[in-house]
């Protein structure tokens, strides 16, 4: 017997029948006949933030560490555009959200009607599909397209504008979930053309000085352990990009570290002298080529990718395969390990050892573990690196990090070995500010046990802080790092070395709260760490039994005057990197 | 380099405005664009003009292809094709000007398709050069006004742009 429904109750009985778990929301006008719908059920949970853009965020740091789809539920008008950039954010890092926004009744849109937007025009550009829900009875229908779109091919946020009629509680429908959609155009790839992945293996196997470049799409497809065992079959360096940290263990010797823009000296010099480079789900992003015209030389490009349209976009790939990195790499280590049965020399070894000869220099001559990168501060501070490799001490590694934007974003990238996918969590393609805090609390919601850090800066920090009055509702015992420079310090950074020290607008010393006691009068516990010496004893009572159950804010702060580095020089090639501060100024190598 | 797109379309509120949208988003150029159902009222079919190398071209295709409501997208200008564009144009006509106007609409294989005592209302259709070569004939203080489809294209032959 078909079960007669509202508009709104099939809207929540839909969501129930995707196996949705949380809904991240705040309430509005446009959104109450749903809100009603929630409140007569249980198998739903909804989380009230406190502004619409950490609901997106919580959705989207659930679904990065799940792979299973976040859902936010917005109201109209100023509910649907703040959460706007959380979208955008979702939507460069290619990660599968739903988000529901509110609406004026169909009979007045159009008319500027009090908390009225255009939610589908304005979230246009950032969305992989949206929906104007017209009539009550394409629900169903609407929400089942909308997830699967969601979640299959290159994943991406979907927006579905309820407008309010169609949640009327008075108008009854039949409801039925359907079993499967039905879209005519939208076909995502499901494996790799064979053709292509016998090309593939030829080139992986006469490569002299090869590097696995992988990024986003490892994690994002499910293709650690594949990936894993490909370049463990071959033993070729593998180096990940800021979204693919995590898509091979972190502290293994082939692993190279992120390359990039504040990528290592190794892996930045391994991607230019490189005879072959297989990019698997990156794409080819500037913040990692530098200029491409410029971009690895001598290197043939195999580029795996689910989205053809992320291939030859910025460098022209020589082997383009589209298809799902799991399924390919998997073939393609079937077809190798063939190959390598067939004939035991299949690989030039003696290439390859000299090439990791090379990269062993790199890493000797400038490697994270520099003994540069371990001093004290300038002034006898603490340093962002040593509190990261304190938190990953602490954490045995095994913690899941979200991160803001800026320096203390790169720091963690750097510093904190990931060796699982999904555990990584930060917006590398937008680079939102404010990100950090939010989707902490999203992935603690998903992993209730685990153990959720946040490394984040006091700028990121106060751009999204009022949800530590959410994680005090939930009772979240998430751990928050503030590398506290009191400054900007990504901007501070770019102002010293390509604006002669001109620190425009980006410190605000004197006009800081008291972290310490701002996050105690949530219910929170809160630290706060001068000394490198007091580091460890912190740390580990942040991480241990003592602060379990709570959230604890630690408060570091670090020295000022640090940078980043390597930072990539602007214009030039991968090789072309800053290394160092030598006497209190940045030392551009371009003699490399 | 000039190139002229096929596309089908889900015959949708907003789904046009997805194909434009793309365009201005990523930086692309639209010269024409010409919409209509097809026989096929599920379907709509654009032709859309636009200039770019061939990698550009590579991209946009693929990025209408993501659209989700992009049926099929078809460059005609790889093959051979047929391409047409309609023009209503007003030419004032006084005088002595009338028959010249009239002569060479005739020339041009136009028609008057409305008449008042100064002015003709000339219907055109032809490749777009032919449309140029039309206006440039004219008396350029003559032109009263001018409307163009944009370009419709179809590949030749036996090659169908279908599902």
Known sequence: ?592 | MRRLLAILLENEAGALSRVIGLFAQRNYNIETLNVAPTEDETLSRVTLSTTGDESRIEQITKHLNRLIEVVKVVDLTDGDHLERELMLIKVRAVGDMREEVKRCCDIFRGQVIDVTSDAYTIQLTGTSEKLDAFIRALDETAVLEVVRSGVSGIGRADKILSL
Not at chain 1, 30 to 49: S, T
Not at chain 1, 341 to 356: F, I, K, M, Q, V
């Open chain 1, 1 to 592: 017997m078909t079960e007669r429904l509202s508009g709104g109750e099939m809207l929540i009985r839909a969501l129930q029948d995707e196996g949705v778990e949380y809904v991240f929301g705040y309430p509005g006008g446009a959104v109450l006949h749903i809100y009603d719908a929630i409140f007569k059920q249980q198998r739903i949970e909804h989380i009230l933030v406190r502004h619409e853009q950490a609901a997106t965020h919580m959705a989207d740091g659930y679904a990065r560490s799940t792979g299973k789809p976040g859902v936010v539920l917005v109201t109209s008008g100023p509910g649907a555009t703040n959460a706007v950039t959380g979208i955008a954010t979702a939507y460069m890092d290619s990660t599968p959200i739903v988000v529901i926004s509110g609406q004026v009744a169909n009979e007045f849109i159009g008319s500027d009607a009090f908390q009225e937007t255009d939610m589908v025009g304005v979230s246009r550009p950032v969305v992989k599909h949206s929906y104007l829900v017209r009539s009550a009875a394409e629900i169903p229908r609407i929400v089942k397209e909308a997830f699967y779109i969601a979640c299959s091919g290159r994943p991406g946020p979907v927006v579905i504008d309820v407008p309010k009629d169609t949640t009327d509680p008075n108008v009854f429908f039949d409801y039925e979930y359907p079993e499967t959609v039905s879209l005519r155009s939208y076909a995502p790839s499901t494996r790799g053309h064979s053709g292509q992945i016998r090309k593939a293996v030829a080139a992986l196997l006469a490569a002299k000085r090869p590097v696995l470049y992988t990024g986003g799409g490892v994690i994002q497809g499910d293709a650690a352990s594949e990936l894993t065992r490909l370049a463990t079959r071959l033993g070729f360096p593998v180096t990940n990009t800021l979204m693919g940290l995590g898509g091979f263990p972190g502290d293994q010797e082939q692993f190279l570290g992120m390359l990039g823009m504040h990528g290592t000296f190794e892996a930045n010099m391994a991607m230019h002298h490189a005879d072959l480079i297989f990019a698997v789900g990156a794409r080819f992003d500037d913040r990692v080529t530098n200029n491409p015209a410029k971009f690895a030389p001598d290197a043939t490009i195999i580029h795996l990718d689910v989205d053809p349209a992320s291939i030859s976009k910025i460098i022209n790939a020589d082997i383009p395969i589209v298809g799902p990195a799991c399924s390919v790499l998997a073939e393609i280590d079937r077809v190798v390990e063939a190959k390598m049965a067939e004939d035991p020399d299949a690989l030039d070894a003696r290439a390859l050892a000299d090439w990791w000869r090379r990269i062993r220099g790199w890493r000797e001559e400038h490697g994270l573990d520099h003994d540069q990168r371990h001093r004290k501060g300038l002034n006898g501070s603490l340093l962002p690196q040593q509190v990261v490799q304190a938190v990953y001490r602490a954490s045995n590694g095994q913690a899941f990090v979200t991160s803001d934007v800026g320096q203390h974003q790169m720091f963690a990238a750097q510093y904190y070995k990931f060796d699982a996918p999904r555990r990584w969590i930060n917006s590398g393609g937008l680079g939102t500010m404010g990100f950090g805090l939010p989707a902490a609390m999203g992935v603690q919601f998903a992993h209730p046990d685990g153990t959720v850090a946040c490394i984040t800066g006091e700028g990121s920090f106060m751009m999204n802080m009022q949800e530590l009055s959410t994680c005090m509702q939930y009772a979240l015992p998430i751990k928050i790092i503030n590398l506290n420079n009191q400054a900007l310090g990504m901007v501070k950074q770019w102002q010293d070395m390509q604006y002669g020290g001109r620190h425009s607008h980006s410190t605000y010393r004197d006009a800081l709260p008291d972290f310490k006691a701002l996050t105690e009068s949530f219910g929170h516990v809160a630290y706060r760490i001068d000394e490198l010496d007091e580091l460890d004893d912190v740390m580990a009572d942040v991480f241990g039994a003592k602060h379990k159950n709570d959230l604890v804010f630690v408060d570091a702060h670090i020295d000022a005057e640090e940078h980043v580095y390597p930072m990539a020089i602007k214009g030039g090639a991968m090789n072309d990197m800053v290394l160092e501060r030598v006497d209190g100024r940045d030392d551009i190598r371009d003699d490399l």
